[in-house]
Nanobody, 114 residues
Framework: QVQLVESGGGLVQAGGSLRLSCAASGSIARFNVMAWYRQAPGKQREWVADVYKWGTTIYADSVKGRFTISRDNAENTVYLQMNSLKPEDTAVYYC????????WGQGTQVTVSS
């Protein structure tokens, strides 16, 4: 079992940047995939980005070129660098660890004002 705690959310103007962190209570090296998802008010949770154990990253089209996901296995932390933020990026952002079983964090709110 692992606990995931997201941080780094907040209020930012359109065009600004935020860096989200997801700190794990144990080693993340065993998880094949670490991911970020988001859920906007009144909408379903949607996938944002994956980072694989071997370093491969993939992104949703809506964030490609603006967001960067990374993982630091030594620090047991996953990051999401978000640049050129848009109002439509406003959502609660969740971290997910997957290796057969999925673990989720509680989320961190990101609000982008126009």
């Amino acid at each position: 079992q692992v606990q995931l705690v997201e941080s780094g959310g907040g209020l930012v103007q359109a065009g600004g940047s935020l860096r989200l962190s997801c700190a794990a209570s144990g080693s993340i090296a065993r998880f094949n995939v670490m991911a970020w998802y988001r859920q906007a008010p009144g909408k379903q949770r949607e996938w944002v980005a994956d980072v694989y154990k071997w370093g491969t990253t993939i992104y949703a089209d809506s964030v490609k070129g603006r967001f960067t996901i990374s993982r630091d296995n030594a620090e047991n932390t996953v990051y999401l660098q978000m640049n050129s933020l848009k109002p439509e990026d406003t959502a609660v952002y969740y971290c997910k660890a997957l290796s057969g079983i999925a673990y989720w964090g509680q989320g961190t709110q990101v609000t982008v004002s126009s």
